[in-house]
């Protein structure tokens, strides 16, 4: 699936299309599929860059952004943000909290009367 990148006051070279890709494609290690990615880039008058991410996965969305002045720096700031929201949607069902309600049951013992 390829992303939706969109530049404001920018415009979207092939190396920054190819670097955002790039790092979509090094998300799959999760297994998690993606049914919508989108990329947001703008420079605002200060000169700093700000770049969003948000996509869209069966178990919810993930939305992440990053602003700083070298935009490639961004770029990689906003994706580890996003690869730790997968990394907890991912494991999430092996989580401690899913592990407590395999509890075993307590035995009653029977008395003699």
Known sequence: MTANITGKNLDITPAI???IEFK????????VP????QAAI?????RQFKVE????IPGGQLVASAEQDDMYGAITE???????QLNKQAHKP???RASHS???AVEEEETEA
């Open 102 to 104: 395999n509890k075993p």
């Open 34 to 37: 993606f049914i919508s990615q």
């Open 24 to 31: 979509f494609k090094k998300l799959e290690k999760y297994q």
């Open 53 to 56: 991410i948000s996509a869209a």
């Open 17 to 19: 299309r190819e670097r």
């Open 42 to 46: 703008s420079t605002e008058p200060n």
């Open 78 to 84: 906003v994706f580890q943000k996003l690869e730790r």
């Open 94 to 96: 092996a989580s401690r």
